[in-house]
Each structure stands twice: as C-alpha cells, then as structure tokens.
C-alpha cells in the first residue's frame, strides 16, 4: 500500500513536472521607436515640414521587431492611434500578427506609449494621474504610466508597468538636464507601483521602458528601493559584442543605456540567464536612435526527487 501511494505520489509529481517543462517561454520587448508620428525633420537632407516617419526609416524597425519576435512589445514615442494601427498592420503584412494593441495618451500631445501584444492582457490600466511637486508648481508625469496584467503557462500571472520618462531637454535654467524633473517622476511611478504590488501582495512584476537616465542615476534608484522595501533589480542586458549600450545621442557622439527592465525579486527568477539581450542588426540605427532590448520569462525550475 505504501509502495502504491508513492507511486501515484511520484505520478503526480511528474505530471506537474511535464506542465512545468512544457510551458513557453513569453517574450516580452522595449523599443523606443524615435518619433513615428508627424513632425518637422529633415529628410534626405532636406527639410520637411509636418512630416510622418521616412517608411525607410520604419521598414528597418519593422526587420528588428521581426527578427526578435516579441509576444509583448512596448512601444515609446508612438504617435496617434492611427499610426500604432499602421505598424500593427504592416508587421501583420510581414507576417508577424499582434492580436492585442493598446494605445495611451498622456499630458504629452505628441509621444506617446503603446503596446502591442500576442497574448490577451486581463487588466489594463492607464494612469494618467500621477502628480509631483516640481519646484513650486503640481506637475503631472508627462507620458503616464501603462500597467497591463498577463497569465503565464503555468497559470501565475504577472504585472507590467510601461514607461517613458522625461528626456533631457528643459526650459527650466534651474533645472538644466531635467534631472530633478526625471527623478520625480520616477518617485510618482514608483508610489503607484507599490500600491498596485507590495500592497496587494502582487509579487511579480516588471517595470519597462525608457527611464532617460543611467542605471545608477537618482532617477532608476527610485525603482530599486525604497528605505528598507525592495522593489526591483535592474536586468542587466548586452547584444552579441557584449556592449551595453541602448541609445545613440548623435549630437554629442554618446552611448549610453537609458532602456531596459526592472524585475521585481520573484519575476527575477523568471527572467532566462538572469540577462536580456539587445538588438544590434546592421543598420538598426538608420530606423532609431535606441536599439530594442528585450527578455524571455521562464518557468522557474522545479527539482523533484524520489527514492
């Protein structure tokens, strides 16, 4: 009777086991898209007043999210709906369907956030109303924040928080690099992510984007801790040279890595290698001044024994 009992114990195990071992990897991606909206630029060195992204420019973009294949891709400086349907329906055209798109608008009139997905989120938020003190003025976190829940194959689910926050340009001399600006939003994110995690016993989560600053600024320690709470680990990232780097600043010959991840202590373990990756196809740079980094969630690893 014991010998059967450990049998169908053991069964059970493997059974779990085989779901565990069986189930997908989900692939999710961040990819600053350098103003896919209508604009004055210059094309072909010539100047072009209220002008919509080169479809040169586009097409290379369109080959790097192919290439990568992502299930939830993260989108900043999108421009209108209109335009994020466009995408959506040219990469449909290549081949690559997103079943699920979803568009927010912040205070910001013309970037926006997006994102396109493979998989039905269950819950989508767009918090629109995170507001700071910024000198003696209330101001509002200028593109949001986008929160959409996911169910993984092994029917735990988990929360994204999408963000893009202030560049580096400012009119305000006494705050020359947005630094301060920067900082607080970061500080209003983070207050909405901890009410929307740590106080509702979510554990598992990431926070996605463009942060505009460097892994150890004031701005991306915001998200790592507050006081003795925990709140995320940066995912470090490389493309295959093993260089760093996310954002080419032209104007100043400047690599830096402004985008990427922060995993919460328990999505951590779900992130492949511990590591994400960065996009460096040739010419990737002729369609953006980011490059995409993106992750693979696992199943964490079960060990089972038996005598």
């Given at each position: 009777?014991?010998?059967y009992?450990?049998?169908?114990?053991l069964?059970?195990?493997?059974?779990?086991?085989?779901?565990?071992?069986?189930?997908?990897?989900?692939?999710?991606?961040?990819?600053?898209?350098?103003?896919?909206?209508?604009?004055?630029?210059?094309?072909?060195?010539?100047w072009r007043?209220?002008?919509p992204?080169?479809?040169?420019?586009k097409?290379?973009?369109?080959?790097?999210?192919k290439?990568?294949?992502?299930?939830?891709?993260?989108?900043?400086?999108?421009?209108?709906?209109?335009?994020?349907e466009?995408?959506?329906?040219?990469?449909?055209?290549?081949?690559?369907?997103?079943?699920?798109?979803?568009?927010?608008k912040?205070?910001?009139?013309?970037?926006?956030?997006?994102?396109?997905?493979?998989?039905?989120?269950?819950?989508?938020?767009?918090?629109?109303?995170?507001?700071?003190?910024?000198?003696?003025?209330?101001?509002?976190?200028?593109?949001?924040?986008?929160?959409?829940?996911?169910?993984?194959?092994?029917?735990?689910?988990?929360?994204?928080?999408?963000?893009?926050?202030?560049?580096?340009?400012?009119?305000?001399?006494?705050?020359?690099?947005?630094?301060?600006?920067?900082v607080?939003?970061?500080?209003?994110?983070?207050?909405?992510?901890?009410?929307?995690?740590?106080?509702?016993?979510?554990?598992?989560?990431?926070?996605?984007?463009?942060?505009?600053?460097?892994?150890?600024?004031?701005?991306?320690?915001?998200?790592?801790?507050?006081?003795?709470?925990?709140?995320?680990t940066?995912?470090?990232?490389?493309?295959?040279?093993?260089?760093?780097?996310?954002?080419?600043?032209?104007?100043?010959?400047?690599?830096e890595?402004?985008?990427?991840?922060?995993?919460?202590?328990?999505?951590?373990?779900?992130?492949k290698?511990?590591?994400?990756?960065?996009?460096d196809?040739?010419?990737?740079?002729?369609?953006?001044d980011?490059?995409?980094?993106?992750?693979?969630?696992v199943?964490?690893a079960?060990?089972?024994?038996?005598?």
């Amino acid at each position: 009777m014991q010998r059967y009992i450990r049998l169908c114990l053991l069964s059970f195990l493997q059974l779990i086991l085989f779901a565990v071992l069986s189930a997908q990897d989900l692939r999710v991606a961040t990819y600053n898209l350098k103003n896919y909206l209508v604009m004055d630029r210059y094309v072909d060195s010539s100047w072009r007043p209220a002008y919509p992204k080169p479809e040169k420019e586009k097409s290379i973009m369109r080959e790097a999210i192919k290439e990568v294949a992502p299930d939830v891709l993260v989108l900043q400086e999108m421009g209108t709906v209109d335009f994020l349907e466009e995408l959506r329906a040219d990469l449909n055209h290549d081949g690559l369907h997103y079943e699920y798109a979803v568009h927010m608008k912040g205070s910001d009139p013309d970037r926006h956030l997006a994102v396109l997905a493979r998989r039905a989120p269950y819950e989508v938020i767009k918090h629109k109303d995170l507001q700071f003190k910024y000198f003696e003025e209330r101001e509002t976190v200028k593109r949001g924040m986008l929160e959409m829940s996911f169910k993984l194959d092994d029917g735990r689910s988990f929360q994204l928080f999408a963000v893009h926050l202030k560049s580096r340009y400012s009119e305000n001399k006494d705050d020359p690099g947005s630094e301060l600006r920067r900082v607080r939003e970061a500080e209003a994110c983070r207050h909405r992510i901890i009410e929307r995690t740590q106080d509702r016993a979510q554990t598992q989560y990431l926070v996605v984007g463009d942060f505009n600053d460097h892994p150890t600024s004031s701005t991306l320690r915001r998200f790592y801790r507050r006081g003795s709470l925990e709140i995320g680990t940066r995912v470090p990232a490389a493309d295959s040279r093993g260089e760093v780097w996310t954002y080419f600043y032209e104007k100043e010959s400047r690599y830096e890595a402004v985008d990427g991840f922060i995993a919460s202590p328990e999505m951590y373990l779900r992130v492949k290698a511990g590591q994400g990756h960065i996009v460096d196809t040739p010419g990737a740079l002729n369609g953006s001044d980011h490059r995409m980094v993106y992750l693979d969630l696992v199943t964490p690893a079960v060990a089972i024994s038996a005598e």
